[in-house]
């Protein structure tokens, strides 16, 4: 076949480049630019078409809850229902309030994907970087919030695989409240670096539920404290079904307790140390100091001194350090499962304060349910979330 003749000249490409084309080799350059140009072009109209159908699906599929619902008093009567959910980095629980009672309903353990999308959000610990999360703990939950929406405005409305993973474990959770039939809850989750209040926020938004944020619970990375120290009845409203007792007690001036959460489950070891206010209320979440390890989840717990060893060292940089090394704590809470079949890290802390000498007397430790005690707390608020539109 006879060789096309040699040619140069130059041919616009879209977007006002140009390609000077001599002979086949040149011809087979403008082709494959002119290739990679409308492959791109494609899959830009995949991703706002995608878009487009995502949010249909979530309009059609999961219609959003009405305006103003979680403020309503059911029609039928019923008491207000108040749904609680709390993540840890192993599993998930749910638990429900009405009437007089609160009552934990399930416990779900994470999949393989969720465990691994937990460990990753713990080791995302880049400096500097601008996860609104760390913004967050800088700052209050007002603030961050003012962080999140102008970065939700130039984010693709795409669901990442994170916020399915995410979106699954809530929807497993959420249909064992199905008899109660309710579209929000209040949730507590892990305060890892690289879990995002906005992927759990559009979690919820996939599944068609209102994630209740409250002035008792700001925010679910820093409200399980809050939520916590709710969970054993304290700092919650004495009856949720009378709206003027309720903010007649919310105004009224309550005591500011300093208390350490730990939590303790299979894969990792928190503790946390905070002021609590009126209203189980986290009074400033951008002091709270915090150790996370997952390599002292009780599965690595063994007989021998190096693992309880690190432990007692990891409690006692935490009671070191500022602002509250030297203030008295009032309540030491264990949660998580593995509180359930080991008393010996209780034995542990107490040994460890004595030491440290933190306050004149030892601080009051509560280990009742510690499985399911953050998410009745979180139900509680859920309760009260009308009160703080």
């Known amino acids: 076949m006879d060789k096309l003749p040699l040619y140069a000249e130059k041919q616009p490409l879209p977007g006002g480049h140009a390609v000077v084309i001599e002979g086949d080799a040149r011809s087979s350059t403008i082709l494959k630019r002119l290739g990679t140009f409308t492959s791109t072009v494609l899959f830009v109209a995949c991703i706002f078409l995608l878009g487009q159908r995502v949010a249909e699906y979530r309009h059609n599929i999961f219609p959003s809850s009405p305006a103003g619902f979680r403020h309503a008093k059911p029609d039928n009567g019923q008491p207000l229902v108040g749904v609680g959910i709390d993540l840890t980095v192993d599993y998930g629980t749910i638990s429900i309030s009405y009437g007089a009672n609160t009552q934990s309903l399930a416990k779900v353990d994470g999949s393989n994907e969720y465990k691994a999308l937990m460990a990753r959000a713990f080791q995302d610990n880049t400096p500097n970087s601008s996860n609104p999360h760390q913004k967050a703990a800088e700052s209050s939950p007002e603030k961050a919030r003012e962080v999140m929406r102008p970065l939700g405005k130039q984010r693709v409305s795409l669901v990442t695989s994170d916020i399915l993973i995410l979106a699954e474990m809530i929807d497993s959770l959420m249909a064992y409240q199905h008899d109660f039939n309710a579209r929000s809850a209040v949730l507590s989750a892990p305060n890892l670096p690289g879990l995002l209040y906005e992927d759990i926020k559009e979690a919820f938004d996939l599944l068609g539920l209102q994630l209740l ?177």
């Open 213 to 389: 944020d409250t002035r008792l619970h700001h925010d679910p990375l820093t409200g399980k404290s809050a939520s916590t120290h709710a969970g054993h009845g304290f700092g919650l409203c004495s009856d949720p079904e009378s709206l003027d007792g309720c903010l007649a007690e919310a105004s009224s001036s309550l005591p500011t307790e300093h208390i350490m959460i730990v939590e303790w489950t299979q894969n990792a070891l928190t503790a946390r140390r905070t002021y609590i206010g009126g209203f189980s209320t986290v009074v400033d979440p951008s002091s709270d100091q915090q150790i996370q390890d997952f390599t002292l989840g009780s599965d690595n717990a063994v007989v021998g001194q190096p693992y309880w060893s690190k432990v007692r060292a990891q409690i006692g940089r935490l009671l070191d350090q500022e602002p509250y090394a030297t203030k008295p704590l009032t309540k030491v809470i264990l949660v998580g499962e593995s509180i359930e079949h080991d008393s010996f890290l209780q034995r542990l802390l107490q040994d460890v304060l004595k030491e440290a000498k933190v306050g004149e007397k030892m601080p009051d430790f509560l280990v009742d349910d510690p499985v399911f005690v953050v998410s009745k707390g979180a139900a509680e608020m859920a309760r009260q979330a009308r009160y703080d539109s």
